[in-house]
């Protein structure tokens, strides 16, 4: 039997940001992965390929307002594929230097100090004085007639994908982030979009203010609400997707291609409740320091479902590095309050911290500043003069939230992070001579109106 300080279930964001700073520290760590990687789902199906994909096709939208040209799908595949490869072998590298060990296999717990591995060639043993279990979470697919006809964002993401042509008509089955996501592209590279959503409105998890600002922003889609998919069915060279809205009224929509775009689930470790670990209906238990019922047991990430995103994921993961350290005392915890999202639509959407939704069900009192994109030098200069910054602050002018649409969302809403991090006031921001001509001169602008 081997004997580690330290062993992580998995080896994506939740878990390698602390093994290196452990191994670097001291301890002896090990890292037990499916994949027999450094990743997690965010490289090999997730984030980076879909934004690699994203990116791509937001300036194919600038650029052909003034120019008519047609991008090769297989070129974006192929760019795609190539970052993925580049990330995979940066991560190996760092493998190797820091001389961590990642072990090919599923992992089950046994108890508080031991957990086996199930590799292909055989079961192993490992004795752990720390876990910290970063095992993500998986595709959700319902469980209905025809699902086996679906894509998922697998077969869209993962290298050398199964679609590799954009299909003519798609039917996307569900409205969060990654079915908004891909819809955008989808549409702007000429495909028939549908959305079913089985709510009254898109991004159920967000602000519906902000949703509703944005969803008049989206490329063209045909959108379903109140609908639920209860079959899906081959017709010919087509598929037929089978809906019912809330009147009980039924619907049919013929597509090329089904997207199943339902959500994820934390995926579990076999052995996980059978020791005593605590597991909610969102995911594994964990307080701010990201400790379970358990203190030197952790789990970090999408496993705990507390904000499912990887650079979330990557604070989690240090943070519980810091306390396995400290004795797995609380010396660092994790603030999910400065955790800014972005949703890679197009255009781009970002909030961080209280938005107006949650102001007003937590009875917060804050003032508004709003920015608008139709006055802003960059956003004209690439024809995206939609959308807007709006920054809260609270009675004391600290600020307390904020959100993003259009240009340059995501890059912008680090700086409201950043702020709400660290404590800042709208004369830090009002302060801040931002370079010109850049969407940031925004947050300036939008501070100064309170002075």
């Known amino acids: 039997?081997?004997?580690?300080?330290?062993?992580?279930?998995?080896?994506?964001?939740?878990?390698?940001?602390?093994?290196?700073?452990?191994?670097?520290?001291?301890?002896?760590?090990?890292?037990?992965?499916?994949?027999?990687?450094?990743?997690?789902?965010?490289?090999?199906?997730?984030?980076?390929?879909?934004?690699?994909?994203?990116?791509?096709?937001?300036?194919?939208?600038?650029?052909?307002?003034?120019?008519?040209?047609?991008?090769?799908?297989?070129?974006?595949?192929?760019?795609?594929?190539?970052?993925?490869?580049?990330?995979?072998?940066?991560?190996?590298?760092?493998?190797?230097?820091?001389?961590?060990?990642?072990?090919?296999?599923?992992?089950?717990?046994?108890?508080?100090?031991?957990?086996?591995?199930?590799?292909?060639?055989e079961k192993l043993k490992l004795k752990f004085r720390h876990l910290i279990i970063g095992s993500g979470a998986y595709t959700y697919v319902l469980k209905i007639p025809g699902a086996e006809y679906c894509i998922t964002s697998a077969d869209l993401f993962k290298i050398d994908p199964a679609v590799k042509a954009v299909p003519e008509s798609i039917a996307i089955i569900g409205g969060g982030y990654i079915g908004v996501e891909t819809a955008s592209f989808m549409s702007i590279l000429g495909s028939k979009v549908t959305m079913i959503e089985r709510s009254d409105r898109l991004l159920t998890d967000m602000?519906?203010?902000?949703?509703?600002?944005?969803?008049?922003?989206?490329?063209?889609?045909?959108?379903?609400?109140?609908?639920?998919?209860?079959?899906?069915?081959?017709?010919?060279?087509k598929l037929k997707t089978t809906i019912i809205n809330e009147n009980g009224e039924k619907n049919y929509i013929v597509s090329d291609a089904v997207m199943m775009a339902t959500g994820r689930e934390p995926l579990i470790p076999q052995g996980t409740e059978e020791c005593g670990i605590e597991v909610e209906r969102k995911?594994?238990?964990?307080?701010?320091?990201?400790?379970?019922?358990?203190?030197?047991?952790?789990?970090t990430g999408d496993v705990n479902g507390l904000t499912p995103l990887f650079h979330a994921a990557k604070r989690q993961s240090l943070v519980a590095a810091a306390n396995i350290m400290a004795g797995d005392t609380q010396v660092e915890r994790f603030d999910s309050d400065s955790v800014p999202f972005t949703l890679f639509s197009i255009p781009n959407m970002s909030f961080v911290g209280i938005t107006p939704e949650i102001a007003r069900e937590r009875k917060i009192e804050y003032?508004?500043?709003?920015?608008?994109?139709?006055?802003?030098?960059?956003?004209?200069?690439?024809?995206?003069?939609?959308?807007?910054?709006?920054?809260?602050?609270?009675?004391?002018?600290?600020?307390?939230?904020?959100?993003?649409?259009?240009?340059?969302?995501?890059?912008?809403?680090?700086?409201?992070?950043?702020?709400?991090?660290?404590?800042?006031?709208?004369?830090?921001?009002?302060?801040?001579?931002?370079?010109?001509?850049?969407?940031?001169?925004?947050?300036?602008?939008?501070?100064?109106?309170?002075?």
């Open 367 to 451: 003032s508004k500043v709003t920015y608008h994109m139709a006055g802003d030098s960059m956003a004209e200069i690439r024809n995206e003069t939609c959308g807007e910054i709006t920054m809260l602050f609270d009675g004391n002018l600290k600020i307390i939230g904020g959100y993003v649409i259009g240009n340059d969302a995501g890059d912008i809403i680090n700086e409201i992070a950043l702020g709400i991090h660290k404590g800042l006031n709208a004369r830090d921001f009002a302060e801040m001579a931002h370079q010109h001509p850049m969407t940031f001169e925004g947050l300036d602008s939008a501070a100064r109106k309170l002075f």
């Open 207 to 237: 602000d519906a203010g902000i949703v509703e600002k944005l969803t008049g922003m989206l490329p063209e889609m045909v959108i379903h609400l109140n609908n639920e998919v209860k079959s899906i069915e081959k017709s010919g060279d």
């Open 1 to 121: 039997m081997e004997e580690y300080d330290v062993v992580t279930i998995g080896a994506g964001g939740a878990a390698y940001p602390a093994a290196f700073r452990l191994k670097q520290s001291g301890y002896s760590v090990v890292m037990i992965d499916e994949k027999g990687i450094m990743s997690g789902n965010c490289l090999s199906e997730g984030c980076v390929p879909s934004k690699a994909i994203i990116d791509t096709v937001h300036n194919y939208k600038i650029m052909k307002e003034f120019s008519h040209f047609k991008l090769d799908y297989k070129d974006i595949i192929k760019r795609k594929d190539e970052v993925q490869k580049m990330r995979y072998r940066i991560h190996a590298e760092e493998l190797e230097h820091a001389g961590l060990k990642i072990i090919k296999g599923t992992a089950r717990i046994l108890d508080r100090h031991t957990l086996e591995v199930d590799t292909a060639a």
């Open 283 to 299: 995911g594994i238990k964990v307080n701010s320091s990201m400790q379970t019922n358990i203190p030197h047991i952790y789990a």
